[in-house]
């Protein structure tokens, strides 16, 4: 993974003395509210319902286990004992104190984390593949761009005070597993028929209340052009982005009122002029930064067979394996999921204990290092095959073997109004009845893969539009009520999903899931997958079963 130079630990170290003083100035008076706010913000800081949130970077969701000890401890120390993964591949404190922010900034800065750009009008921290540098689809390891983009997005001059946040997630792989698609930006990684990396850039994509689905504004972009393109559309979003109105100020807007064509053309223009003045990346740096992403020092073993290796262990063992492990690149080695959605814990939620004793296991069983989904789980990216049934018998013993990656009841979660101050409703509690009411293994296993979304208001944190189902919360005369979508979806064929129909009270959304299932599991295709049926079907089937025949 990426280790920082000398530089790299002197701006980390000195935005901590910064924003030390900052606090401190704030603290006594100095500073107002409002000139507080924008420098808090770029240290990850919001002020919530309860307390502070402070908000983590994880760059491209690659954590070491020396940074996941860290964040137990800071956990114990400053915080309540747990620590929350989000869904843009961060982590998040929900009752830090203010003025214990610094000393929390100068430990994270000891083992290179920090939490600069991770709030704010600025560019956020870069998303991508969680299995990247490992997947069995990849083409392009997508880490060192993400890197080369981190280092030139952080505290870039010109682009500090943008219209709005601004967020980029990178793909290299057949299937998109980082929802590039309603991003800022989104960069599709590829090879030409020659095997020189090719570059696509999508733009204009985006949830919260106006869900867009991004276009492409730029194909077979050569690699060495990657930042000065960036810069370009950056540029024009800066220029004529909308500053009156912040429902109206995110790229998707401006690209939607422009066009994708028109905005097209005006970077292609800026980059035109850019590209004369700007130097390319060079190949010695991209292959420099190439040089932190190697593979690790594999054994030569090779593939087992997994139908062999399922009949030695229990069902448990069996429904794991086929659930939660992952291809490789490497032969003899298999990724593992450890969803982070037990019943009784908020999705994405984990202990300072959980957070050790993880630690320890990855050191023992992948090199020492994790990666943060955006479906908010971690991942163990590089177990030997063989030593599948003692990672399973470790992570069952402390209650991370929950066989449900990709399942109805790895529901993907935002705070909701337990912790978010926008909140119309609670997500957490939902999330929680939901799981308990699809307790069955064999009925959520026949299900299949199904992605459960759930944002506590239309800000979409949880990425409900792209869920194949996904739920809002409402506000109805000051009592929370949920919104029910269908058809979503995040890959590379991205749909935005429609509303069913009108909302429900909380105690009644998990009968009503069961009854979309039952259409379901009526009409599917052999081997069709809810997402594929409910968009052949359309709502009206759905409708039907929900509301009675009337609603269709
Ligand atoms: C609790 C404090 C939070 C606040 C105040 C907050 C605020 C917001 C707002 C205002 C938006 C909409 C932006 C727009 O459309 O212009 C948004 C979007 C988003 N937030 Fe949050 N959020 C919070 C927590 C989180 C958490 C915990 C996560 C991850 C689990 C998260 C991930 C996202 C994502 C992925 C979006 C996607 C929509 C997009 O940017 O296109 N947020 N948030
Ligand atoms: S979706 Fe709304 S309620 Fe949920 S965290 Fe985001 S802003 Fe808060």
């Known amino acids: 993974m990426y280790i920082y130079d000398e530089y790299d630990q002197r701006i980390v170290d000195e935005r901590v003395d910064q924003f030390r003083d900052q606090t401190h100035r704030y603290l006594a008076g100095e500073i107002t509210e409002d000139e507080f706010l924008p420098l808090r913000l770029q240290n990850g800081l919001y002020i919530q319902r309860f307390a502070p949130m402070m908000r983590i970077a994880i760059p491209y969701g690659l954590i070491s286990t020396r940074q996941v000890r860290k964040l137990a401890d800071i956990s114990r120390h400053y915080d309540k004992g747990y620590v929350h993964f989000t869904t843009r591949q961060n982590v998040q404190l929900n009752w830090p104190r203010l003025e214990e922010v610094p000393d929390i900034l100068a430990e994270l800065a000891t083992v290179q984390m920090h939490a600069i750009q991770t709030s704010g009008a600025c560019i956020r921290s870069t998303t991508t593949d969680h299995f990247a540098g490992v997947a069995a689809d990849e083409v392009v390891d997508p880490r060192p761009w993400c890197e080369l983009i981190r280092q030139w997005s952080t505290f870039h001059p010109e682009f500090a005070f943008l219209p709005r946040k601004f967020k980029i997630a990178v793909c290299g792989s ?29 733009a204009g994509g985006g949830l919260g209340r106006t869900p867009v689905i991004g276009a492409v504004i730029k194909e077979d972009l050569e690699p060495e052009q990657l930042l000065n393109y960036l810069d370009a559309t950056l540029r024009i979003y800066n220029r ?12 998707k807007i401006l690209v939607k009122a422009m066009t994708p064509e028109v905005f097209a053309r005006e970077v292609e223009t800026e980059w035109h002029r850019i590209k004369k003045n700007s130097q390319p990346l060079s190949l010695s740096e991209i292959k420099r930064m190439a040089t932190h992403f190697t593979k690790h020092d594999y ?39 450890l969803t982070l959605k037990a019943t009784s814990d908020a999705p994405g939620d984990v202990s300072a204990e959980q957070l050790d004793d993880i630690a320890n296991l990855a050191d023992r069983f992948s090199f020492g290092e994790l990666r943060v989904s955006h479906e908010q789980n971690l991942i163990f990216a590089d177990v030997p095959q063989a030593q599948l049934p003692e990672l399973w018998q470790a992570l069952d013993t402390l209650g991370l073997a929950t066989p449900n990656r990709g399942l109805l009841t790895d529901v993907i979660c935002c705070p909701g109004g337990d912790y978010c101050a926008l909140a119309n409703a609670r997500s957490i509690p939902l999330a929680e009845e939901i799981q308990r009411y699809f ?17 506590g208001c239309m800000n979409a944190c949880a990425h409900h539009h792209v869920g194949h189902i996904g739920i809002l919360g409402v506000d109805r005369k000051g009592e929370e009520y949920y919104q029910i979508q269908i058809g979503g979806s995040a890959g590379k064929t991205a749909s935005l999903g429609k509303i069913i129909g009108p909302s429900f009270k909380r105690e009644e959304v998990p009968d009503i899931i069961r009854q979309l299932m039952s259409v379901y599991l009526e009409q599917r295709y052999e081997g069709e ?24």
């Open 174 to 202: 057949g299937e998109d597993r980082a929802a590039t698609l309603v991003h800022d930006i989104g960069v599709h990684l590829q090879k030409d028929g020659q095997g020189k990396i090719r570059i696509n850039v999508l």
């Open 240 to 251: 004529y982005g909308r500053r009156d109105n912040k429902y109206k100020a995110r790229i």
């Open 299 to 337: 054994d030569p073993l090779s593939d087992l067979d997994f139908n062999h290796l399922a009949l030695q262990g229990s069902p448990e063992f069996q429904r794991w394996l086929k659930q939660n492990v992952s291809a490789h690149q490497q032969t003899g080695y298999s990724a593992v999921t």
């Open 439 to 455: 307790e069955d293994l064999d009925y959520l296993h026949d299900i299949g893969e199904l992605d459960l979304n759930i944002s």
């Open 529 to 552: 997958r809810f997402i594929d049926t409910s968009l052949r079907l359309g709502l009206t089937p759905f409708k039907e079963k929900v509301y009675g025949q009337k609603a269709a």
